[in-house]
């Protein structure tokens, strides 16, 4: 295999993280941290009123379950402070959100028992896959806030799924619904050269890793 | 800025087809900008330099002007550019 | 990882290993690059190049640059870049790059922004901050080819100081060859400023486009919302869509 031409005294954007041991403990490989909060999208920001959005769970449910924005927000909800990593590189730690758990969203509905995945999918057209294992026990909620505040909308207001243990991509801007099925299905990413599973500890980038 | 409050940050932040121009001439072979694609969602036809492109992302997506509709979307891995096409009805390479 | 070495091919789509020739200051925050090219097989005024930055430990960025040069220069091109305050690439080139070192480009890159004198005019030009970059390749194109094309240019900037290529612009709108370079500021303005003092709107394109009228061909770049409302504003203006093209920068600019 050829190298690359390197160039002289470019090292880019990534920095050394401040704080030592511990933080850098925090940071996934090839990753680097940044204190603001990049915004990246693929369309438009979807802007759903809200007296028009709702929530649904749906798919190999016994019965599908909806809420509107107000009842949604009626939910058990708690504040989540979690360290998230973007493909693009970037990790930014203890962000602060608030909003609904992933299991009390579905202990509201019958699951069948063949739902082993759940398709995430969102205003503007946009999927994304888990499997069911990896959003139960606290590993993934619905957030409305960010910070303290609404959550903006180039950021997924007013509602994202936040999947902290997995690639940012997996953790959908402007959810509307999670969909169970007994099959797997590539999302939106995952369906063109991105990692099925993104798990950023095991740096699962793209789909040959 | 005046004008940019009336635009959100995404907005600002679209470029065009000819920031994807170097890319797709590496993926197809030669320059791609000057070709007209058939929008499938809405029957658009705009050159391939007329889409908006949204390239902050893990990938670039290429939308159709008019509708907004996904005509190309581009992922490049560590070895490769995959090219979903889907989003184009047709695209038109004229004969030389 | 699968890494190329430059190739010594020429091809627009190899990358080939340009040398920095010489670096010029144009204003405070925008540095000229002229760059050496020993398999260049020439350009067309508005195309750009494509650079690649790689780090020893082989991760890349890459970004688009507007050939600010003229195709006349044989083997040279030159580059204009703005530095971006927390840019990955613009600080590296403006802090770091010195005369001598040598970094990858592919190119030229591009069919639909070009304007060439075959193609005829009038030319109308609409740029917003370093958005004047690909125009200013077209404009030494058309000063060289001894053209008289009816050209405007409307170039808007934040601040005088911040005008680039400002001496070559009087210089070239000096020559009387049928070139007029109208300015707008649209934070600050010197004192005697006589230029226009806002953001480029549908009024003001309406004033400059006058003289050379609705079959003008346009090439409007910059900023994404500058060009979205010029090229808007030119159409409902009455010119076709197909002769007002446009190349976004993104948010950065005036």
């Known amino acids: 295999m050829s190298e690359r031409f390197v160039t002289r005294g470019f090292v880019g954007r990534r920095g050394t993280a401040e704080g030592g041991a511990d933080i850098a403990s925090r940071i996934p490989p090839g990753q680097y941290l940044t204190t603001d909060f990049p915004v990246l999208s693929a369309g438009p920001t979807p802007r759903t009123p809200l007296d028009r959005w709702t929530f649904s769970i749906e798919g190999l449910v016994n019965e599908p379950v909806r809420w509107t924005w107000t009842e949604f927000l009626a939910l058990p909800a708690r504040d989540w ?32 028992p063949a739902a082993a995945f759940l398709i995430a999918w969102s205003d503007g057209d946009y999927t994304t896959n888990l499997p069911i294992a990896d959003v139960l026990n606290g590993q993934a909620f619905v957030a409305y806030e960010y910070d303290g505040r609404p959550l903006a909308p180039e950021h997924g207001g007013p509602a994202r799924l936040v999947v902290p243990d997995r690639y940012f991509w997996k953790s959908a801007k402007w959810i509307r619904g999670l969909r169970l099925q007994s099959t797997d299905e590539p999302g939106f990413w995952e369906s063109l050269g991105y990692h099925n599973r993104g798990d950023q500890w095991l740096e699962g980038r793209y789909s040959g890793d | 800025m005046d004008e940019d409050r009336t635009m959100d940050p995404v907005a600002e932040q679209v470029l065009d087809g000819n920031a994807l121009a170097g890319t797709l001439a590496a993926a197809f072979g030669s320059d791609m900008t000057m070709v007209p694609g058939r929008c499938a969602h809405c029957g658009t036809v705009s050159l391939v330099a007329e889409l908006r492109a949204y390239v902050r992302a893990p990938g670039t997506v290429l939308r159709c002007p008019t509708c907004d509709g996904v005509v190309l979307r581009i992922v490049e891995t560590v070895e490769a550019t995959y090219v979903d096409a889907r989003g184009a009805a047709h695209f038109r390479f004229v004969r030389r | 990882m699968a890494s190329t070495v430059a190739s010594t091919v020429a091809s627009p789509i190899a990358w080939q290993l340009a040398t920095v020739a010489a670096i010029r200051v144009e204003t405070p925050t925008v540095r000229s690059f002229s760059l050496s090219l020993p398999a260049w097989l020439g350009h067309r005024p508005g195309q750009h190049v494509d650079v690649r930055l790689t780090a020893e430990d082989g991760y890349s960025v890459e970004r688009s640059y507007s050939i600010a040069s003229e195709p006349e220069l044989a083997n040279t091109i030159e580059i204009t870049v703005e530095r971006i305050e927390d840019g990955e690439v613009s600080p590296f080139l403006h802090d770091v790059v010195v005369p001598g070192d040598r970094f990858e480009i592919r190119g030229p890159i591009g069919g639909y922004f070009v304007w060439e004198v075959t193609l005829g005019g009038p030319l109308f030009l609409v740029a917003g901050g370093s958005g004047v970059v690909p125009l200013m390749a077209m404009l030494r194109h058309r000063a060289r080819s001894g053209s008289g094309i009816p050209t405007r240019l409307l170039f808007s900037s934040r601040h005088a100081e911040e005008i680039i290529y400002r001496e070559e612009l009087d210089r070239l709108a000096g020559a009387r060859d049928g070139l007029d370079v109208i300015h707008t500021l649209t934070r600050s303005q010197p004192a005697g400023w006589t230029g226009y003092r806002r953001r480029i709107d549908d009024r003001m394109l309406a004033e400059v486009l006058e003289p050379l009228g609705i079959s003008a061909r346009v090439y409007i770049c910059g900023p994404t919302a500058l060009v979205e409302t010029a090229a808007n504003a030119l159409v409902r203006l009455g010119l076709p869509p197909s002769r007002v093209r446009t190349e976004r920068f993104g948010p950065t600019g005036t």
Request: hydrophobic residues 40%; negative net charge.
């Open chain 1, 81 to 112: 402070t979690v360290d998230i990593s973007c493909v693009t590189k970037w990790t930014k730690l203890d962000t602060r959100w608030h909003g609904v758990s992933v299991d009390t969203l579905l202990e509201h509905a019958e699951l069948d």
